[in-house]
T-cell receptor, first 115, second 114 residues
């Protein structure tokens, strides 16, 4: 069964510090790996998308990496801000046209940034 | 563009009642999805549609029905509400899965079944 595991489940950091969130997946083959940010009470919003051939993608202070050999991805947040407090979700997409195009979602990491 | 919109934002239902969760998008998405998100859990796919007139079951379809009569609308129907259906429901749209495409999510509908 395709799985996406994220760690840690929750994390508290001080404003201005960096942090790294982890994602391990078993989906293979896959089309792309996405990181979403979900603020409390809102729908997820895409941060980065990487195809299987990419190994890094940045979006401002967010940098995602992908190691397709070890099936691991990470999301690094630099100089955290209070507005970074949210859940971060790793999502793996099957190849186009495969398995009904159903995505596999991780359970998310809940990040809290404190002043 | 309004993007993906959902109504209502919040609803309380009694066991056995029925309701329709509305989802509309103005981004010309071919693909649309309904997910539920239970507290502390990942999103689970209920139903999806690859175009008008075409729908298919996801991972957790029991107790739900959908229709896709137009490209823009993808309503989710609960016929006999049960406490297990208490959750937050998200609708999402996508133009073409894979590659650099991404899903766009609506703001969610919080449903409480008592």
């Amino acid at each position: 069964k395709n799985q996406v595991e994220q760690s840690p489940q929750s994390l508290i950091i001080l404003e201005g510090k960096n942090c790294t969130l982890q994602c391990n997946y078993t989906v293979s083959p896959f089309s792309n790996l996405r990181w979403y940010k979900q603020d409390t009470g809102r729908g997820p919003v895409s941060l980065t998308i990487m195809t299987f051939s990419e190994n890094t993608k940045s979006n401002g202070r967010y940098t995602a990496t992908l190691d397709a050999d070890t099936k691991q991805s990470s999301l690094h947040i630099t100089a955290s801000q209070l507005s970074d407090s949210a859940s971060y979700i790793c999502v793996v997409s099957p190849p186009r046209g495969g398995a009904g195009n159903m995505l596999t979602f991780g359970g998310g990491t809940r990040l809290m940034v404190k002043p | 563009n309004a993007g993906v919109t959902q109504t209502p934002k919040f609803r309380i239902l009694k066991i056995g009642q029925s309701m329709t969760l509305q989802c509309t998008q103005d981004m010309n998405h071919n693909y649309m999805y309904w997910y539920r998100q239970d507290p502390g859990m990942g999103l689970k796919l209920i139903y999806y549609s690859v175009g008008a007139g075409i729908t298919d079951k996801g991972e957790v379809p029991n107790g739900y029905n959908v229709s896709r009569s137009t490209t823009e609308d993808f309503p989710l129907r609960l016929e006999l509400a049960a406490p297990s259906q208490t959750s937050v429901y998200f609708c999402a749209g996508e133009t073409t899965p894979g590659g650099q495409e991404t899903q766009y999510f609506g703001p969610g509908t919080r449903l409480l079944v008592l």
